[in-house]
């Protein structure tokens, strides 16, 4: 009965859809795994072939939903975010209670969920195939490597997801250590896990604007207490530069509730933009990172990514209550969320780049995952979180999808 249960829901269930802009819903079921496996490899030999296009940003909108003949595929570019959750088994890759280095905050198994569907989901881009994790060949490239992820805590579930993923193919655990000895936690500012058996770091630098944010400036009204600056990279991303790769995301902190409403207001230069809305002064936020890049990044050594917004799952009620509602499978059909905006502009601006930056689409995927959120399996279960996301979880598809550009651009 259980079997039944759960199988048919599955195929219910499975493949929700690519990028919600594009429509089309497609569905695959279980059915479909033999042509999916076989399609595998010649889907991955053309990925390879086609490689040199992925790096081309310009390119990335070439092809759109059915319009993609089968024939002249290999001429297409392959768009990672435009796919379906298939269900897989072999997930998840590791168990968050045996990797210190997964806050607590996040293992939601370790907090007493009980269902554990949500964990055996893998995304499968349409004309694409996202290699499987293979811990060894990662860490093998990974060697005399720094690898560092900058942003919220968004970035900071991504960076222990990596970690864990990596553990489970070290045999000493001991030779992983945070380089300070830093505990995990909301506030910190750094954290570096080096695997001294194969010379690398992964370190996480938090700045969740990664603008500057000043205190209030002379004459400003009232109401302002500080400000961000939005024309200044923050001033700890000297620290970013000397890295093999770099990951950025900020979107999650571009909210009223974490600017206005607590007196933090924009400014460019010396002038205060009291009217400047959100999604205007995100722009000029990514503006000043993206000059940044292209004047302190030496595009030979270092490959930067920017992770598309990651969006949130709360549901408001008519009187304006948040609740958060972390259901057991994903949903069917994502809408497209006020926040996508965000999403739009880091793709206009990172396309726009001369340096070759790498957008990675998360948007529309993460939105299916309703049912992966932390909700009230996190280490305070009186404060349902339907922002963040359960490890193992989807970082770790987001971790996946990272690895499939680093490992395929470099061979
Ligand atoms: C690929 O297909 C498209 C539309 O079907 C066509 O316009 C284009 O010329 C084809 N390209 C090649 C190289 O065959
Ligand atoms: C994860 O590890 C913990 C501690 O070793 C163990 O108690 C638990 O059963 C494991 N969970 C799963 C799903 O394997
Ligand atoms: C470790 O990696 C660094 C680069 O990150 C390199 O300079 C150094 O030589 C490597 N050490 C060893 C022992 O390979
Ligand atoms: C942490 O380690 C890094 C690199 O080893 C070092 O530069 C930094 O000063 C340390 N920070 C603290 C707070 O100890
Ligand atoms: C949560 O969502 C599920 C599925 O959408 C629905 O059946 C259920 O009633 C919801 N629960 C609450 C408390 O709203
Ligand atoms: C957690 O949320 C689920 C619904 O998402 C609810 O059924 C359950 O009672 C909640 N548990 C606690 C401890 O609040
Ligand atoms: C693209 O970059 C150029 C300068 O590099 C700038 O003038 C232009 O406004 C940018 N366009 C967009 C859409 O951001």
């Not at 009204?221 to 991303?237: F, G």
């Not at 600017?259 to 933009?273: A, I, N, P, R, W």
């Amino acid at each position: 009965m259980h079997t039944f249960n759960r199988s048919a829901s599955l195929n219910r269930r499975v493949l929700s859809v690519g990028s919600p802009r594009l429509g089309r819903p497609t569905v695959v079921t279980r059915h479909l795994h033999v042509p999916i496996v076989l399609g595998f490899l010649f889907t991955f030999l053309l990925a390879i072939s086609a490689s040199y296009i992925f790096v081309v940003p310009s390119l990335k909108h070439t092809f759109i939903g059915d319009s993609i003949s089968q024939s002249n595929e290999s001429t297409s570019v392959c768009d990672v975010s435009d796919g379906s959750w298939v269900p897989d088994d072999s997930y998840p890759l590791y168990n968050a209670s045996e990797c210190p280095f997964a806050e607590q905050g996040f293992n939601c198994l370790g907090n007493g969920r009980t269902d554990e569907e949500y964990l055996k989901w893998r995304w499968k881009p349409k004309n694409c195939a996202v290699p499987k994790f293979d811990v060894h060949a990662v860490l093998e490239w990974l060697r005399n490597r720094r690898l560092v992820f900058v942003g919220d805590s968004m970035s900071r579930s991504q960076w222990e997801s990596l970690i864990c993923l990596l553990m489970t193919g070290v045999e000493d655990k001991k030779s992983v250590y945070e380089v300070n000895g830093s505990k995990i936690t909301k506030q910190i500012r750094f954290l570096g896990v080096r695997f001294s058996s194969f010379n690398f770091t992964i370190e996480f630098f938090r700045s969740v604007f990664l603008v500057q944010h000043g205190w209030m400036p002379r004459h400003a009204p009232k109401r302002v207490r500080s400000t961000l600056m939005l024309d200044k990279l923050d001033d700890i991303s000297s620290h970013w530069i000397d890295s093999d790769v770099l990951i950025f995301n900020t979107g999650q902190w571009w909210v009223p509730g974490k600017l206005f409403e607590t007196g933090c207001y924009f400014q460019v230069g010396s002038s205060l933009k009291l009217g400047m809305s959100i999604p205007g002064a995100f722009r000029v936020a990514l503006d000043t990172w993206a000059s940044w890049v292209e004047r302190a990044i030496d595009r030979k050594r270092t490959s930067v990514f920017f992770r598309t917004f990651e969006p949130s799952h709360w549901r408001i009620s008519d009187q304006r209550i948040r609740s958060c509602n972390v259901t057991r499978y994903p949903l069917l059909e994502a809408s497209r969320s006020d926040q996508h905006v965000l999403a739009d502009i880091a793709e206009e601006v990172v396309k726009n780049m001369s340096f070759p930056a790498t957008l990675l689409r998360i948007t529309s995927l993460s939105a299916f995952r309703i049912d992966a959120h932390v909700g009230n399996w996190s280490n305070n279960p009186s404060v349902p979180d339907c922002s963040h996301w359960c490890l193992p979880g989807l970082p770790d598809m987001w971790n996946e999808i990272l690895l499939y550009y680093l490992l395929t651009n470099h061979e």
